[in-house]
T-cell receptor, first 118, second 112 residues
Framework: NAGVTQTPKFRILKIGQSMTLQCTQD?????MYWYRQDPGMGLKLIYY???????DKGEVPNGYNVSRSTTEDFPLRLELAAPSQTSVYFC?????????????????FGSGTRLTVV | GNSVTQMEGPVTLSEEAFLTINCTYTATGYPSLFWYVQYPGEGLQLLLKATKADDKGSNKGFEATYRKETTSFHLEKGSVQVSDSAVYFCALIGFGNEKLTFGTGTRLTIIP
């Protein structure tokens, strides 16, 4: 009954360092997403994936990369970390019916990764 | 494109007060509508949802009705508790578009 699992929960990076935020889900959801939440703000979509091998950009993709080699995993890579990437990152997943006649019933979110770049 | 506008916070209420958090949306077609709740230090949890006009979503004493004529999905609760203190997000998914669009969130604080 794990749902969406994110690791690590906290991380401090120095400017210019790189890291990968891990996300895995065990619900066999076809869609996965990465969001960032800045203090006092809503969520902004970074990248999403509609299935293994397929990824696409969201609203704020610059400075990030993703891959989706399996249904379960959707890691987010930060290259050359910058202070502007200090944020809380949330991974989410959902199931979307292939023919889109069944409405999406909502996302399941992970508990988040709090990242500070100094 | 799709957008969600929700009541700005913060909102502070006394325990047992009546709660309304307003949410209106702009979308083409027939979106699905959601309320998510984020407790301190945690991720977002689905609170309730409605997938078609006039549907009422409900959970934990909270309710919201999908009003297509006013493009609204206001969140209500008759008697709030201290444990309801959290940030509440209204959101939608456009039909055939699987990306959630969020409002900016409303921080709710309930005082004893």
């Amino acid at each position: 009954n794990a749902g969406v699992t994110q690791t690590p929960k906290f991380r401090i990076l120095k400017i210019g360092q790189s890291m990968t935020l891990q996300c895995t889900q065990d619900m066999n959801h076809n869609y996965m997403y990465w969001y960032r939440q800045d203090p006092g703000m809503g969520l902004k979509l970074i990248y999403y994936s509609v299935g293994a091998g397929i990824t696409d950009k969201g609203e704020v993709p610059n400075g990030y990369n993703v891959s989706r080699s399996t249904t379960e995993d959707f890691p987010l890579r930060l290259e050359l970390a910058a202070p502007s990437q200090t944020s809380v990152y949330f991974c989410a997943s959902s199931y979307s019916h292939p023919d889109s006649v069944v409405p999406n019933y909502g996302y399941t979110f992970g508990s988040g990764t709090r990242l500070t770049v100094v | 494109g799709n957008s969600v506008t929700q009541m700005e916070g913060p909102v502070t209420l006394s325990e047992e007060a009546f709660l309304t958090i307003n949410c209106t949306y702009t979308a083409t077609g027939y979106p699905s509508l959601f309320w998510y709740v984020q407790y301190p230090g945690e991720g977002l949890q689905l609170l309730l949802k409605a997938t078609k006009a006039d549907d009422k979503g409900s959970n934990k004493g909270f309710e919201a009705t999908y009003r297509k004529e006013t493009t609204s999905f206001h969140l209500e609760k008759g008697s709030v508790q201290v444990s309801d203190s959290a940030v509440y997000f209204c959101a939608l998914i456009g039909f055939g578009n699987e990306k959630l669009t969020f409002g900016t969130g409303t921080r709710l604080t309930i005082i004893p």
